[in-house]
């Protein structure tokens, strides 16, 4: 795929300077002189109808031309990576890293290195043109979808190891994982130089794996986490949900729920208690298969036996749900 250039199409909500802007065209035909029409033209067009462009960069070489023109206009850029099938949790974080810098970056690209599970692999949804309609819609600089082959023209043989964070929970279930997610993404830390990088906090433990790595590589990338977003059910939206039928997204939103409920349990009951009766009411509910729970120091990632052995405390949780089945992560924070 070529570089493509879309131009955004955001409807006007300024009806005062849309109306200056027709009764400027409507100037032309009165035979004002040129150059002051070009003058106020550049005044009175609103900015929403002026052409901006979203670029698509299906290479690294044509990512290094899009952020080469993108640079020269000075200010940060903010990188958004992901694996598309996009939601409202990423719109969130392209919508933050739009307001925080000057270009934004979103990496669609599902990366096989992080999949330990072929069958995951094929089934993890793909829909680039619907992310990219969103992505122009949020106002998004440039989209990086490589391929493959592109990404990965060598296998990568570099071994990422940060204990005790990425042995526990997902680390243990997934073994190489983490060290996936870190071949991908501090290759695109290398690709995009980005000031910012922006990360849903679902992923908890992604999380603190990346900031391992950013400190172990000293890399210059400030790692902004972002708050889960809910569906009103309470159910995290997941690219993962689009896998779930109808009846298994009722099943699912259990989840969420039963996670609110051992807050106010957690208050009256010990850690232990309160990791049990999570996992046997979840185990209840037909359908839902608890993998792990645990409930963690939200710095180390490492178990807690007391609610103040740690300043921040974080419950986390994979369950699978359905027929198929689909693996689901969810977390909680009871303090900090
Ligand atoms: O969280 C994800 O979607 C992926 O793990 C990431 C960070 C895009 C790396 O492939």
């Not at 698509?56 to 031309?65: C, D, G, M, P, R």
């Not at 949900?241 to 996670?259: G, H």
């Not at 419950?315 to 359905?322: E, F, M, N, Q």
Request: hydrophobic share 40%; charged share 20%; net charge negative.
């Amino acid at each position: 795929m070529s570089m493509q250039r879309y131009e955004k199409k955001t409807e006007s909500h300024e009806p005062e300077r849309d109306d200056n802007l027709r009764a400027v065209k409507k100037s032309v035909l009165y035979g004002w002189g040129k150059r002051y029409m070009i003058i106020i033209l550049l005044f009175c067009t609103p900015n929403s109808v002026k052409a901006q462009l979203m670029k698509i960069a299906a290479s690294t070489l044509e990512l290094e031309k899009a952020l080469q023109a993108a640079r020269a206009e000075g200010g940060t850029v903010g990188l958004v990576p992901t694996m598309g099938a996009l939601h409202a949790g990423h719109a969130s974080l392209v919508s933050r890293s739009v307001a925080e810098n000057a270009v934004t970056v979103v990496s669609i690209f599902v990366n096989p290195t992080q999949f330990n599970d072929k069958t995951d692999l094929a089934n993890y949804p793909r829909m680039p043109e619907q992310d990219c309609a969103l992505l122009e819609r949020l106002g998004a600089d440039i989209v990086f979808m490589p391929t493959v082959e592109d990404i990965y023209p060598t296998p990568d043989t570099r071994r990422f190891s940060y204990p005790p964070i990425d042995t526990v929970m997902e680390g243990d279930r997934r073994p190489g994982h983490f060290n996936g997610v870190c071949q991908i993404v501090s290759k695109l830390f290398a690709l995009v130089h980005p000031d910012r990088a922006y990360f849903g906090e679902k992923d908890y433990q992604q999380i603190a794996v990346i900031r391992a790595m950013v400190a172990d590589l000293q890399l210059p990338v400030d790692i902004r986490p972002c708050p889960i977003v809910r569906e009103a059910s309470g159910l995290a939206l997941s690219s993962r949900n689009q896998l779930l039928t109808p009846e298994e997204r009722q099943t699912a939103v259990n989840i969420s729920r039963v996670l609110q409920a051992s807050i106010a349990y957690s208050g009256q009951h010990t850690v232990a208690e309160t990791h049990d009766n999570v996992v046997s009411q979840l185990n209840a509910v037909n359908g839902l298969e608890v993998e792990y729970f645990q409930i963690v120091d939200g710095q180390t990632l490492q178990d807690i036996t007391a609610w103040t052995d740690a300043p921040t405390v974080v419950g986390c949780i994979t369950v699978y749900c359905g027929h198929r089945p689909v693996r689901l992560i969810d977390n909680i924070h009871y303090r900090g």
